[in-house]
């Protein structure tokens, strides 16, 4: 028989029990469409996770923090603890090992190597902003950093949207971020350029623990950066010049140094990052927006083995519907298999079409599973989306995911039919034919 | 398969057996049936319900394998061939059934096609000669019908039309005016000796005197064994 004829009389058979096979493709719909929506949505978030890192921390940054726990270990107390726990001050935990990272290694790093082409050291302490009668924290962080050098080295994120930034600022010069700008998103400003702002920051490096103010200037705001940040400026950020850093915090420590590369290129960033290491004796950790999203990845590869079970189930639930369909045909057409047998067809046939029934069910429910998926994490992305986090995520289904489905699909619906073809092609014409 | 067409003894029995197994009961339903049936024979066999005849027919007919005994089609011994061997035989014996056997969701042209189409025959092929053939049998006007629209004799005449199609070296026909009221059956029967005088080997197994009468040659099966075999 010539496949041809093969898949019409597969067809056939599927045509005349519309709604039952409707059914059963609505089953595999669903398995596929959660396969293809989770994964979907779990790639575009590791994208979106991925594309944040990078944009925070830049592709071709390397960030040196004290100790070995790296940013995002929390042991060193650097740029994470910029929020709400202050970072550990350097007498207190003295005790402990981790070497102090001063501010004027920026020159000796820079000897390192000749692919380093920046170095910017950054003093970080939590604090608040007063304006008039007005205080909000600073979660952010008060930052202390050379302006001219911290805007080379993140260009894209440290420009001025309103005033401007000075290359050579004075000690009370200030820069700050869009939400300390306005920190509701809805145009109250806290503080405008050339407003001036007190500056208060606890000093707990002896007791009893002391308040220190200044008085500053701001002299330019931020655009809006969005997303989160792990290295280089934030929204939630203000920016004082170094000097005044370090003098206001009465420390020559940077909470950490960054190390802008000539490029993003792999093997420099590692060979540079042993470098570093080694320079300081592994006594601190470099992180590179690589090493962040290799995390990441590795979350998201979990999160993906994770869905991906779930989907598996209602795949395999989807499977068990398709063998339960076919039984039933099987049963309700026993005769018409002995007909076909009297008439000469192979067993071989016979296997053929029940095979090629259900695997006609498993195309069309795959497609319109992957259709049907694509169009929930969209929706799911756009439920998602935006809000105050300012992140969009946007699903990412790549062909593989498509593919993987369509096999899926089609697969499932095979093995699952195995069984009941495999009985039908083994009826025997004198029994099949006497059925009723 | 070393099938020898000019061969004139198409169908040959040298002491075929069939026990069935009832539950536990050997049922012993051919008891050593020795037959010889030549080209262009019209035989018919008869006998009363559990005289074994629909066996002699479904062995015959390569449905079913014998518990002992020989059975040569075309010269060629059954027992040497394996399912799918004996399935490809079937291509080239014609069955026809009391109850036609039609695929209710294919039309009368479908179903004559459906024979073809398992014999790996191509599609313009097939259809062309499937409405030669329904129209040999009258039934010109009714190809597209499905077998619900048809009446017994039109169903019956399709089933005659699609065990034509492959050619085969003879018919097998189980109470084929069975199910049919007289005046179709007559009909029926008109067409069947119509296609044995065009030189049909035609065997069949009937309760219908007005068709066993037509039979040149008659087997009379009693306890799975041959208890007459008369040429008229």
Redesign the interface.
Known sequence: ??SR?VFS?SF??I??RKLRAGLTILGVVIGIAAVVALLSISQGLQTTITNQVEKGLGANTLVITSGTGGILGGASGGLSGGSLVPSAPSSLSGANSAPKLYLNYTNQIQALSPDITAVVAVVQQSGFIQNGDKVIQISGGIVGVNFSEYASTYGNTFKAEIGAIPLSPSDNDIVIGQRIYDPTLNGTTFANVNDEVTIICTNTTQLPYTNQTYTAKVVAVLPKIGGFQISGPSDTGVYIPITQASSFFGTDEASSIIVTLKNSDSTRITSVSKLITNYFDNQVSVTSAADVSATVSTLTSTLDLFLGGVAAISLFVAGIGIMNIMIVSLIERT??I????????????VLTIFLGESAIIGLVGAVSGIILGWVLSEGVALAFSGGSSGITLSPILTPQVALLALGFGVGVSAVFALYPAWRASKL???EA?RYE | MNSDLTQNTVVEAVELKKTYQLGKVPVEALRGVNLKVERGEFVCILGPSGSGKSTLL?LI?A??KPTSGKLFIDGIDLSTLN??QL?????KIG?I?QFF?L?P??TALENVE??M????I??DERRKRAEQLLEDVGLKDRMNHKPAELSGGQQQRVAVA?ALA?NPRFLLMDEPTGNVDSKTAREVIALIKKLNQDGVTIMLVTHDQNLSREAKRTIHVMDGEIASDLVN
């Open positions: 028989m010539k004829d009389f056939s058979a045509k005349l005769r018409e002995g007909i076909l047998k009297a008439l000469g067809m192979k067993s071989r046939t025997r014409p004198v034919l | 479904n007919g449905l079913d399912d799918n399935t490809s035989l079937r291509l069955f059934f056997n695929i969701r294919f459906l024979s189409s398992i014999a790996g191509g599609r699609r492959n």
